[in-house]
């Protein structure tokens, strides 16, 4: 079992009052406004892959709350890919894990069949590399509360660079076919830079994305100096979802929630 590292920091490690927070980031105002629920579930199925933040929910939760919301009324999905970026440099390659994840909210088990299929290579499995990276563990409490038993696949970048993007892509669009499948990409966008740069860097690699444009956002990220820490996951999502448009569903950034003069930008994104 893969234990949590970030909760009762990232998120809350009480069970109700995690609940209580994902509610909240639903309804709130900077959220979608409504819970998800019976009503409002959908089952088109168009949606092949999202980008969400993942910081701590009091900061972004709300804008992840969009991401899922649009999961839930397009169908929940049967496989879940969840890529995150390295943050922590605990491995220079693309880690994939077999250990199961704990989380307040119950147990999120690996499709460990899955992950086999997509190591070789660059990308390999090492549990140490994704022990204490919140990418991916933070994006588990809010599909848990959409659905309490999931099985996803969690794949941890320690390289961003369009080979292994592109390399991981391929390997996921020719596991995934034939699917029912979704690849959550977890990303913050620009760090702890003024409001004003965060939304003006943001919207040209937000451009990029919704059009489908993996080499154009690399470029926009390395030319702009855009410090998105997830653009390898953004990236890989892209080759392996193909897809006709992206849509954006909510921008933020943590300068709406507390004053500060430096702010990290989040937005939520979904490819049909």
């Not at 909240?24 to 092949?48: D, H, K, T, V, Y």
């Not at 204490?132 to 933070?138: A, G």
């Not at 004003?196 to 154009?216: C, F, M, P, Y």
């Amino acid at each position: 079992m893969r234990q949590p590292a970030v909760s009762g920091a990232f998120y809350d490690e009480d069970p109700d009052i995690l609940r209580s927070s994902i509610a909240r980031c639903f309804l709130s105002a900077r959220g979608p406004g409504e819970l998800p629920s019976q009503s409002n579930m959908g089952s088109s199925r168009r949606i092949r892959g999202v980008v969400v933040p993942h910081a701590g929910y009091i900061f972004s939760g709300e804008i992840a709350a969009h991401a899922y919301l649009g999961l839930w009324k397009d169908g929940l999905p049967d496989t879940l890919v969840v890529i995150g970026p390295n943050h922590y440099g605990t491995s220079p390659h693309v880690s994939l894990s077999d250990e199961d994840f704990v989380t307040p909210l119950g147990v999120a088990k690996v499709d460990v069949a899955l992950s086999q299929e997509l190591a070789g290579g660059m990308v390999r499995f090492s549990s140490i590399s994704q022990a204490s990276e919140h990418s991916i563990e933070v994006q588990l409490p809010f599909l848990q509360f959409l659905r309490k038993d999931i099985t996803f696949v969690p794949v941890c970048m320690g390289r961003q660079d369009p080979e292994h993007a592109l390399t991981l892509g391929k390997r996921l669009s020719a596991a995934l076919a034939g699917r029912d499948a979704v690849i959550v990409a977890s990303s913050d966008f620009s760090h702890y830079v003024p409001p004003e740069i965060a939304r003006k860097k943001d919207a040209l690699a937000i451009d990029r994305i919704v059009k489908l444009d993996s080499a154009g956002l690399y470029e926009t990220v390395i030319s702009e100096d855009v410090t998105m820490c997830g653009y390898g996951p953004v990236m890989t999502m892209l080759h392996a979802c193909g897809g006709n448009a992206g849509t954006v569903l909510a921008y933020g950034h943590s300068g709406e929630v507390r004053q500060m003069d430096d702010v990290v930008g989040y937005c939520s994104i979904k490819i049909e």
